[in-house]
């Protein structure tokens, strides 16, 4: 593949910004259309359900947030699949490249100041560590819901 060509695998990170106008349209502007996109959300957990080992609410959360996803991204004529993931993004992404070779990832994430994956460098992490080009795209889909600060 060129650099000029359009990917033919995509990771798409996306928490709970999904689906988006922003997100169809960076999608629709890589090539997504035509490229087999893998969505990946991480089964977020909150400090307690973890610390007691309890995760069947985060994939179930999950689970429902990749669901949409999905339907969404269909419905924009973007063919995807979706995993659930580690709840570290970064791990989860890992994960998913030792199975399915992007050849890009697009990570969505809330605005600066209400993302904990900005404040955490996700996406400078996510460059130094993959490899690949990795795309950002900014949403505000779901901050009208009452959740973490999570995506």
């Known amino acids: 593949m060129t650099s000029t060509s359009p990917p033919e695998r995509i990771l798409l990170v996306a928490n709970r910004t999904c689906p988006c106008h922003e997100l169809h349209e960076i999608l629709e502007a890589r090539g997504a259309p035509g490229a087999r996109v893998v969505i990946v959300a991480p089964a977020l957990n ?13 994939f179930t959360d999950a689970r429902a947030r990749l669901a949409t996803a999905v339907e969404h991204l269909g419905d924009a004529g973007i063919e995807a ?36 994956w900005l404040e955490k460098n996700l996406i400078e992490n996510a460059r130094e560590d993959f490899g690949i ?7 505000e889909y779901g901050l009208d819901t009452p959740a973490s600060s999570a995506a």
């Open 81 to 116: 699949e979706g995993i659930i993931g580690d709840s570290n993004p970064l791990v989860a992404i890992e994960d998913v490249l030792a199975q399915f070779s992007a050849d890009e990832i697009v990570i969505s994430s809330w605005p600066p100041g209400r993302s904990n």
């Open 133 to 139: 080009p990795v795309h950002h795209v900014i949403s």
């Open 46 to 58: 909150g400090r307690l359900a973890h610390a007691v080992s309890d995760t069947d609410g985060a």
